[in-house]
């Protein structure tokens, strides 16, 4: 299986050097380098899919990187890219209940069934649904409504490609959770997309 | 295995989660089964249909890497100024450390400051006040604290406008040295971003429409009026600087 192996052995450094703190000071700074900033593109998606904005995906995606650089020392873990996400996540929430205090997070009933989410359920010519020339639309807005844990698992699943470690690390729940969010979305996902095309 | 066994097991099946024997077993099961077939085939079909149709990925603006090194290189190690800057040349972007390299050679080798050269100071004064955390000689939000002080210290006085209405809260003020003589520099914010706003009289009459560029992570804008020369600099995004400048400029 592809995992993402970021790391060289560089990330442990070798802390001889004539004057330790300088060439400390150079390798966290390369470090640094190698293991985020190939990240950039995945950190400034995912921050513009959090906040809906542009302009304000640039700033958490600084914000970010900042934080990412001053806790570098903390990261021994496998995947820069799994540790970048996390940190995105972080910074966005706290931007969040800074600038939005009056968004109560809404209430998400992890355990509660869904009405009708039988796998069993006729699924039938998904191929068709997802050709038709409306079909950008409607997988959009089928992800749209999707409740905003289980859209997380999913794009981090499927379109940042994480491993469910990795996804667990994110999200900051235990694997277990992100399997049963997973398959719980994408049941909801199947169900919206047949109900689009019956309707 | 059977069928409920590989329902429950679909998903991580097709996420490539299992080992090897789990997922053959899977693999044979659903070679036999029409109906579990059936079911890995919808799953399928919705992953691609996702990848191929999400609207997500849209990729960073392309000078967002250079404005993010230079951030993270202004503010890394702030109190170890110039001995240690050179040691952040291998970020790339080292803004600080080249744009301190080019404003000394525009010291020494230009008589006639085109505004390139300009630029150039704007940027090192810029870098080294966020290197050395002085940013501000006189916090203040009050525009009526900052405009005394800053006239009380130099031969002119900037207009200080309060631009919080436009999303710009003042900071304060501090002196520079720039176009051989002191300036006025005013500090705004913009959300998460320093804007230093330079200000000094100019010899010539005669206003100039704004012009900008874009360098070593910076966004940099300047035009003159009313016999004032302003420059404005920050690593937010360009639009946001013109957007500031425009609120400036309207102010006065």
Request: proline share 5%; net charge neutral.
């Amino acid at each position: 299986m592809a995992k993402i192996h970021v790391l060289a052995p560089a990330a442990h450094p070798i802390r001889k050097a004539a004057d330790p703190l300088v060439s400390d000071e150079r390798s966290r700074a390369q470090r640094f380098e190698r293991i985020f900033l190939p990240h950039l593109d995945a950190a400034y998606d995912f921050a513009r899919w959090l906040t809906r904005d542009e302009r304000n995906a640039e700033d958490i995606c600084q914000e970010a990187y900042l934080r990412a650089f001053k806790s570098l020392d903390s990261f021994e873990g496998e995947s820069g890219r799994a540790w970048l996400l996390a940190i995105v996540r972080n910074t966005f929430y706290s931007w969040f209940r800074k600038n939005k205090p009056d968004a109560a997070a809404v209430p998400f009933d992890e355990d509660g069934t869904i009405a009708g989410a039988e796998l069993e359920a006729p699924i039938e010519s998904m191929d068709r649904i997802l050709q038709q020339r409306d079909a950008r639309r409607v997988v959009n807005a089928a992800l749209e409504r999707l409740p905003q844990e289980f859209r997380e698992a999913i794009v981090l699943r499927e379109l940042e490609d994480l491993s469910y470690k990795e996804i667990a690390e994110v999200a900051n729940v235990p694997i277990g959770t992100v399997m049963s969010r997973l398959a719980r979305a994408r049941k909801l996902l199947l169900q919206h997309l047949q109900h689009t095309r019956e309707s | 295995m059977d069928c409920t066994e590989t329902q429950r097991r679909l998903h991580a099946y097709l996420d490539q989660e299992l080992d090897a024997p789990g997922a053959v077993a899977i693999d044979q099961h659903l070679a036999s089964c029409a109906r579990c077939k059936r079911a890995f085939a919808a799953q399928s079909a919705l992953r691609a249909g996702i990848r191929r149709h999400a609207d997500y990925h849209h990729g960073a603006p392309r000078d967002l890497a250079q404005r993010i090194r230079a951030r993270v290189g202004a503010e890394a190690k702030p109190r170890r100024q110039w001995l240690h800057i050179g040691h952040w040349l291998p970020m790339g972007a080292a803004a600080a450390a080249a744009a301190v390299i080019s404003w000394t050679a525009a010291i020494q080798y230009a008589n006639v400051p085109s505004d390139q050269m300009l630029a150039e100071q704007v940027i090192a004064g810029h870098a080294r006040a966020m290197v050395a955390s002085r940013l501000i000689d006189v916090a203040s939000s009050d525009q009526h604290t900052v405009k005394p002080w800053l006239s009380s210290k130099l031969d002119f006085s900037p207009p200080v406008p309060d631009l919080a209405g436009a999303g710009f809260p003042l900071a304060g003020g501090r002196l520079d040295y720039l176009d051989k003589r002191p300036v006025a520099t005013l500090v705004y914010q913009s959300r998460q971003h320093v804007i230093d706003l330079f200000v000094w009289p100019d010899a010539k009459t005669g206003d100039t429409r704004p012009q900008a560029l874009s360098k070593q992570g910076y966004n940099v804008r300047w035009w003159k009026h009313g016999g004032m020369n302003y420059w404005a600099i920050s690593d937010t995004n360009a639009a946001d600087l013109k957007a500031f400048s425009e609120a400036y400029a309207s102010a006065n």
